[in-house]
């Protein structure tokens, strides 16, 4: 019973979060102060987002033993991908989102936020916090005029190939001592999924495969002792073990 609420937790997250990006009418967020895990995912999934300058964000899964699986992988790497910045090719824009998720980078602001890409370029920034909500209320209305919703894409990722780069970094880490034993079990989690699973570059994935990649993964984690001693831990003394 406990295995079926997990489930149904993690569907009914990625369900909703796709209904809010793609819904037929625009979804601004407007964080401030934390917005960790669940919530930097959601901010991920708005249209548009109007933030509080003083804005903490990050997708800190890795650190709690498990991986963002509300579609948090799945957007962080749309991102990257779309971003003209970032070299093309297979590669770049995978190692980019899994040096935000596998190090649980967290921006100390809403403009360095932008600089990490959890916050678009063009997502606006308030400095006066008792002018927050008026700002994102100004821009959904100027969004809404002329509102189209987003079309789903596929992603081509490098399968095998990236996870196995990806591995590289981590062994590399844990033997300079950098991360745990447990931390390299929880980043090849992260690297299979971000890098596709098993597929090959040359193969188009839904974002639903990401999704059932993201579900699959974060179910496995929290079967393991170490991620419960991490997880309870943190609710019970409010930081990371």
């Known amino acids: 019973l406990e295995s079926e609420v997990d489930i149904n937790i993690l569907s009914k997250g990625q369900e909703v979060f796709s209904k809010l990006k793609y819904s037929n009418f625009p979804v601004i967020s407007a964080p401030f102060n934390i917005a960790l895990g669940g ?3 959601l901010i991920l999934h708005s249209n548009f987002v109007q933030a509080h300058v003083e804005s903490y ?10 991986l963002p699986a509300w579609g948090g992988c799945k957007e962080l790497l749309a991102r990257f991908i779309a971003n003209n910045t970032t070299p093309k090719g297979p590669m770049p824009a995978v190692l980019k989102t899994f040096e ?5 980078k967290v921006s100390t602001s809403a403009l360095e936020a932008k600089e990490l890409g959890y916050l678009k370029q063009s997502d606006g920034i308030t400095m006066n916090r008792d002018r927050l909500l008026f700002d994102a209320k100004v ?17 081509c990722l ?6 196995a780069a990806i591995k590289l970094i981590i062994d590399n880490m844990k033997a300079n001592g950098q991360i745990s034993t447990y931390d390299k079990f929880i980043g090849e989690k992260i690297a299979f999924v971000l890098s596709g699973g098993d597929t090959d570059i040359i193969n188009e ?13 974060i179910y496995e984690l929290m079967k393991e002792n170490l991620t419960i001693e991490r997880l309870e831990h943190i609710l019970e003394t409010g930081k990371y073990l």
């Open 39 to 41: 919530g930097c995912e």
């Open 57 to 66: 964000i990050g997708l800190t899964e890795a650190a709690l033993g498990i």
């Open 100 to 104: 935000l998720i596998g190090m649980a």
């Open 139 to 155: 821009k959904a209305i100027e969004i809404s005029k002329n509102y189209n919703p987003p079309q789903k894409q596929n992603y």
């Open 158 to 163: 490098p399968g095998k190939t990236g996870i």
């Open 205 to 217: 994935i839904s974002e639903e495969n990401i999704l059932k990649l993201e579900k699959n993964a």
